[in-house]
């Protein structure tokens, strides 16, 4: 099971951390990546990362603005983000799965999302 928490409203150039904490059985060679979904839109790819090693995966878009941690002892993976813009508005969502992929459908389990407003 996946809890997203953390969104709420910041303005633009601000900055947020949103968190993904897995609960039940979990897998040191999983990977998490976050999404996220904008209104009208499709669900776009963010960031991943592999639990096992520092593998991680980033969109163009939030290169060098986001960031993706984790905390073992707590099993939660985090994503930084700086410098946040109106066009990073969206909801959300990390994911779980088997292979280190921006593939949205690659992805086994689903977090419920948190909804992450950036005003201008």
């Known amino acids: 099971q996946l809890q997203a928490s953390g969104g709420g409203l910041v303005q633009a150039g601000g900055s947020l951390k949103v968190s993904c904490a897995a609960s039940?059985?979990?897998?040191?060679?999983?990977?998490v990546g976050w999404f996220r979904q904008a209104p009208g839109k499709g669900r776009e790819f963010v960031a991943a990362h592999r639990w096992s090693n520092t593998n991680t995966l980033y969109a163009d878009s939030v290169k060098g603005r986001f960031t993706i941690s984790r905390d073992n002892a707590k099993n939660t993976v985090y994503l930084q983000m700086n410098s946040l813009k109106p066009e990073d508005t969206a909801v959300y969502y990390c994911?779980?799965?088997?292979?280190?992929?921006?593939?949205?459908?690659?992805?086994?389990?689903w977090g419920q999302g948190t909804l992450v407003t950036v005003s201008s």
């Open positions: 039940g059985r979990t897998s040191s060679t999983y990977a």
């Open positions: 994911a779980v799965g088997g292979i280190l992929t921006a593939t949205p459908s690659l992805y086994d389990y």
